[in-house]
């Protein structure tokens, strides 16, 4: 077997529809199973693929057990060379395995590989990034101040976005909405830290495969269409907290320092997290 693809559904199932079937379309000569992973109990969305696409199996959880843990019963599942892990409101567009699959077989130190992402809208999504540090929650993607002054140097270094993306480059980690995954890195490195529910686990992955040894790449000439929208509606303020609770346990976990230090950190993240509890409450649905 050649390629794994693990999705984990979440009461997904138009876009999951759409993405199944243009995974489909490109995979199309390739030997590859694909799994979804149901983290939703009662949706009955493993119902409509096994109606729509019968060639593709289905996990269901009597739970929603995280991102992180689904991935890895996908893996546990599964036995491709490498792993394709994506979400499913993403859109692979026609090469973009073949892309992705090439460029792990020519350079064989390379564990991850991800595609240039761009949203509905055809704006770029700046998935290729440089390692968090103790100002990236003020300057990450879609942080006010980031918004407001989209030049600022801790926003550029974080985001890479003075690079223009249309190159090949070795880059620190690259976004879980769409990762392909060498498998012998995964069984020497391990699979997803499930103590990260959802988020965050993408950029722990990248750094352990980096310490590990191996290469993260962006190659651009694969290419994804994500349909994400949940900075500008309201959300579940649960994907709130685990996000603030996934940034916690990654600074605990990739750079210990001093007790009051951490305290103070750990403070201003949930502080962070209270602000944009607020302003999720005041959004329209």
Sequence with gaps: MELSVVIVDYRSRGPLLECLAALEADAAGIAHEIVVVDNDPVGGDLLAIGRD???VRGI???ENVGYARAINQGIAATTGAFVLAMNPDCRLERGALAALMGHLRTHPKTAV?????????GTLQYS???FPDHLTFLFNRYSLLTRLFPANRFSRRYLLSDWDHASVRDVDWLSGACLMV????IREVGGMDEAFFMFNEDVDWCRRMKTAGW????VPGARCVHHVGASRKKVASRVILERHRGMIHYFHKHHPTHPVVTFCADA????RAGVMLTANALRPR
């Excluded at 590989?113 to 809208?121: F, K, T, Y």
Aim: glycine share 6%; proline share 7%.
């Design 128 to 130: 290729a990034r440089a």
């Design 60 to 62: 269901a959880n009597a």
């Design 215 to 218: 290469a993260v790449t962006y």
């Design 182 to 185: 060498r498998r012998d890195a």
């Design 113 to 121: 590989v991800g595609p240039m992402i761009r949203d509905s809208d």
């Design 268 to 271: 201003l993240i949930l502080m």
């Design 53 to 55: 696409h019968p060639g």
